[in-house]
């Protein structure tokens, strides 16, 4: 009788290990493939409880929540130059994230998070040129 409980219990602790938080890498660089200043990838499509690692590849770099570009709730971040940083996700929706030493040069990633779309005039206010145009082009797949 002990063993027909224990069974389950085994094959539900295994189960839940599956269903375990993705971490992605996201590198800081001058130079890459989508040209100039740039973090690859630009676009990250992570869940709930995923962390992200950005990586100041190259120096000169930082990663830190666009103001105004995150959902409603999300913990504001903001890395040091230089400096790796990890952010976990725990707020579903979409974000922007910058590298402020060249946010004018459209230094810029966007994260979405979870099953979601791109919120009404969420790329409405100020923002340098180089960065909308960034944003614009990584947001139109989600």
């Not at 402020?100 to 790329?123: K, T, W, Y």
């Amino acid at each position: 009788m002990l063993r027909k409980l224990i069974a389950p219990v085994v094959l539900m602790t295994a189960l839940a290990g599956v269903a375990q938080a993705e971490e992605h890498v996201v590198l800081m660089l001058n130079r890459g493939e989508a040209g100039t200043m740039v973090f690859e990838p630009g676009f990250v499509h992570a869940q709930v409880g995923d962390t992200i690692r950005f990586v100041p590849t190259d120096r000169g770099h930082n990663a830190e929540l666009i103001e105004g570009l995150a959902p409603e709730g999300a913990a504001p971040f903001a890395g040091r130059i230089n400096e790796e940083i990890v952010v976990t996700l725990d707020t579903e929706g979409v974000y922007g994230v910058m590298c402020r030493p060249h946010f004018a040069m459209g230094m810029v990633m966007s994260i979405a998070v979870g099953d979601v779309e791109i919120p009404e005039g969420f790329l409405e206010g100020r923002l340098p040129r180089n960065a909308r145009t960034r944003l614009e082009e990584q947001l139109s797949n989600l």
